[in-house]
Each structure stands twice: as C-alpha cells, then as structure tokens.
C-alpha cells in the first residue's frame, strides 16, 4: 500500500545540519503517521520523530527533541526530518516508515508499529 524512499544522507561535520526526505508512492500517503527512526551497527533501531497523518501532531525523541524537526508535504507525498546542531552521535543509518494502521489517532514510538519501510539513509557526523 506504501513505498518509502529516503534520501539526502550524507557527512556533515558536527553541528551542522542536514535534511531527510521521505518520497511515498500513492495516493493514500495522507492516511498514515509517518515515522523516522535510526540505527547504528550493533545497536538497535531507535525511534526520532513521528508526524501524524492529519498533519497536526509532532512527537520527538528527547534525544533530538530541540534539534530536529518533522514535516509533512501531502501534496508532495513527501515527509521531511530537519536535522540541525548535529552531533556525531547522531550517525546511524535513518529510516522513515509508515504506521501499520491507516489514520491511527495517536502517534507511536515502537518500531513494532510501522510496517512499511524506506530503504534508510546513511547520516554521518565528524567531530
């Protein structure tokens, strides 16, 4: 139902910035939260941020919160994660997904919840 497509990845040094995109294909993009996540080797994948579907809600990790921000283009069927003062512990490879429940009232953080996944994006910062 959903295909995600991230790009914009890359190196930056630290305390720069960086902007994510998310591409979905389709018409019913709209009806579903959108979630980034992220994942470094050997760690687990980790939750960033979420938008809901009616394009009003936000939610943050605490660990980006402040520095990163979520949107949402429905007419581009696009999904953004502005990531800015980026720390090198921000490295990992970012996925945006869709939430597994079309038009879900409340935002998740559980990667369990998603199940439509981008191919993810390589994101490293130096020191």
């Known amino acids: 139902q959903v295909q995600l497509v991230e790009s914009g990845g890359g190196l930056v040094q630290a305390g720069g910035s960086l902007r994510l995109s998310c591409a979905a294909s389709?018409?019913?993009?709209?009806?579903?939260?959108i979630g980034w996540f992220r994942q470094a080797p050997g760690k687990e994948r980790e939750f960033v941020a979420a938008v809901g579907w009616s394009t009003g809600s936000t939610y943050y990790a605490d660990s980006v919160k402040g520095r990163f921000i979520i949107s949402r283009d429905n007419a581009k069927s696009t999904v953004y994660l502005q990531m800015n003062s980026l720390k090198p512990e921000d490295t990992a490879v970012y996925y945006c997904?869709?939430?597994?429940?079309?038009?879900?009232?409340?935002?998740?953080?559980?990667?369990?919840?998603?199940?439509?996944w981008g191919q993810g994006t390589q994101v490293t910062v130096s020191s």
């Open positions: 997904a869709a939430d597994g429940v079309p038009r879900r009232p409340v935002l998740t953080t559980t990667r369990w919840t998603y199940i439509y």
């Open positions: 389709g018409r019913t993009f709209s009806n579903y939260n």
